[in-house]
């Protein structure tokens, strides 16, 4: 087996063509040319401080892409270095996520807490150079210290303290002698340096938090920039992808392996973020919501987690071509949910098992239709492949149909039902409008119609065209099922422009979750979590992973499944309509 099935990272074709055409691939290009790499090594390195989002998924499929692409290899590595912060179930819930992304880190999964014992004796030994020192201001008072982009910062009078005085306060504050906020570990740079990343930043701090991995064994934690690029290097990594709000950091990055003296160089190279229209992705605020509870958690199908995309029904494989699609670059910008939307039904549509559910029902009876009658109809499971099969649904005298499917006046180029009008019923029969009633407040509650024996299963021969075609459920055998319809979340556009004196919950959509009831054909009953449906002209949809309860699952028969519905739950949410409103964007 190459090292790239190995990888188990799925390639797809739009994959393929960026191979030679993003900035990244064109650097590591370069670098394998140029011999300063012989091997490619990535990582993808998240802080196990919440769930996952939709941009991460960007950068794992980057980090791994990149490697599988030239056959390197990706690590996972939890940048683990805030005690106060960080969880196990989150490092679980990470570990889960990128393996449904489709992406494998094997055996190399590291934890940058692996490495506090290397990192500290190597804080000693800079030490030793005379390039760091122990810190006795307040963080207050070394943020008013550090200056501003046209102010240099004000030298610490720490700064002088002698070599030994340091190795002394920095075992001390590991030994725990000092309180929190007591003392900082300092690198030694340049308090004048134009980039303010370089005025001698924080090195290590004090903390007594119990740590998820270490326990009780450190008190001295350090800071994102000492860790991320000695990790790096001990892992051999070749390239240290990230983001651009690290793109100031990476002097430091260089800093402190020149300080070292460490042989092996990782290359950090920044790409822009992902920014979704409507969409949070911050997982500060994410977990507020949570907290909050302002939704049902993490996993809420509202949330833009890959837990919520993957309970709303997204599938890996339409985020992957997502992501991809969207690119890689250097510049800001904010891709539209419709794009996302489209991946997903393009996806979908290719696999998503049709079946005929009415979500606002009222009843069509068919008044030619004798009461005691009723036919099993073959209908097929998914035009677009052939080899799928049909299934049995079962016709009957009078059955559900949608309330937008019926029109009291017909205007023009109106297909579907209306006194007078033909349409079919899907895999059945044509049938025409000849009555409907209405309810004391005036709405309709009944169709009426007749049928046509000799049109089912396509015309009657006289070249009639009937041009609608609605889908129906027999009310003899239909299931109640509860539709979840979600949309945005936010009400706003972009949420990292929060207008002054407003906070992003000011825009939390209250109308984000709509319920309905609507009526199943009996097949569904049997669906299974992790399928995707599509109901016919209604959109897609997929079963709850929490709240759905098969009938098989509740341990009923298909027969026995009427009238004991309360065993079952038939849960499904609409993972997205079917309305496409990104390609029409696109071709502007
Ligand atoms: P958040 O601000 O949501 O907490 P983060 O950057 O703090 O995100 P990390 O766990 O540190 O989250 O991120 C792991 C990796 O994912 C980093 O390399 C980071 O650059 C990348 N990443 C995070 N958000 C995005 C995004 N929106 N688009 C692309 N990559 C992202
Ligand atoms: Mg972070």
């Known amino acids: 087996m190459s090292q790239h099935e190995d990888a188990n990272s799925p390639k797809t ?39 996952l989002h939709i941009g991460h998924a960007k950068a794992i499929c980057t980090d791994f892409g990149v490697a599988r692409d030239f056959d390197g290899l990706c690590n996972l590595r939890f940048d683990d270095t805030n005690p106060s912060k960080e969880e196990q179930e989150y490092v679980d819930n990470i570990m889960f996520d990128v393996r449904w992304l489709g992406f494998d880190w094997q055996d190399r999964l590291y934890y940058a807490s692996d490495y506090f014992a290397q990192l500290y004796e190597w804080a000693v030994l800079i030490i030793k150079k005379g390039l760091a020192y122990v810190e006795d201001l307040s963080s207050d008072e070394i943020s008013k210290g550090r200056g501003t982009p046209t102010e240099a910062g004000i030298e610490s009078a720490c700064r002088w303290r002698s070599i030994e005085e340091n190795l002394s306060l920095f075992e001390g504050m590991k030994n725990g002698e000092f309180g929190e ?40 934690y350090p800071m994102y920039d000492w860790a991320h690029g000695q990790s790096d290097a001990i892992e051999g990594v070749s390239h240290s992808l990230c983001t651009l709000e690290f793109e100031n950091h990476r002097p430091l ?26 969409t949070m992705m911050s997982k500060r605020k994410l977990l507020e919501l949570v907290e909050l509870g302002l939704v049902a958690g993490w996993d809420d199908p509202r949330m833009p987690t890959l837990s919520g995309l993957r309970r709303r029904g997204y599938s890996p494989e339409a985020i992957r071509e997502f992501v991809t699609a969207a690119g890689l670059s250097r510049s800001e910008g ?8 489209y991946f997903v039904r393009q996806d979908l549509n290719k696999r998503a098992m049709r ?3 009415v979500s606002d029902p009222i009843k069509l009876i068919i008044t030619n239709y004798p009461a005691d009658q009723s036919e099993w109809m073959q209908t097929e499971n998914l035009p677009e492949d052939k080899n799928a099969g049909t299934r049995p649904v079962r016709f009957s005298r009078e059955l559900w149909i949608e309330r937008e499917d019926f029109k009291e006046v017909a205007e023009k180029k109106w297909f579907r039902l209306a006194p007078g009008a033909v349409v079919r019923l899907k895999s059945a029969y044509y049938v025409t409008c000849t009555n409907f009633k209405k309810d004391a407040g005036g709405a309709v509650v009944e169709v009426h119609a007749s049928y046509e024996p000799e049109s089912l299963g396509g015309g009657t021969g006289d070249g009639r065209k009937v041009k609608g075609t609605i889908h129906w459920v027999s009310c003899a055998s239909a299931l109640d099922v509860e539709l979840r ?16 004196g407003k906070d992003y919950k000011d825009f939390i959509n209250t109308e984000s979750l709509s319920v309905l009831h609507g009526k199943a054909e009996l097949w569904l009953g049997q669906a299974r979590v992790g399928d995707y449906y599509q109901f016919m002209r209604q959109g897609y949809y997929v079963p709850d992973s929490k709240d759905y309860v098969s009938y098989t699952e509740a341990g009923l028969g298909l027969a026995e499944a009427q009238g004991k519905k309360n065993q079952a739950a038939l849960v499904f949410n609409r993972t997205v309509s079917l309305k496409d409103t990104w390609s029409k964007l696109a071709a502007k």
């Open 13 to 51: 074709s739009e994959d393929s063509l960026k191979t030679a055409t993003d900035f990244i691939r064109s650097k590591v290009k370069e670098d394998l040319g140029s011999g300063r790499f012989t091997t490619i090594k990535t990582r993808f390195p998240p802080e196990p401080n919440g769930y």
């Open 181 to 220: 906020g007591k003392h900082v570990l300092r690198a030694k740079i340049d308090m004048g340096h134009s980039n303010l990343t370089m005025r001698d930043p924080v090195m290590y701090r004090i903390k007594f938090d119990e740590h998820h991995r270490t326990g009780k064994t450190w008190c001295i």
């Open 253 to 278: 990055y260089e800093w402190y392996l020149e300080a070292i003296g460490l042989e092996h160089r990782p290359r950090q190279i920044e790409f822009s973020r992902l920014n979704l229209s409507y």
């Open 334 to 341: 904010m891709i539209e949910l419709a794009m996302l939307e």
């Open 355 to 357: 079946v005929m559910v």
């Open 485 to 500: 319809q979600y949309t945005t979340l936010f009400t706003l556009e972009d949420l990292n422009q929060i207008p002054e």
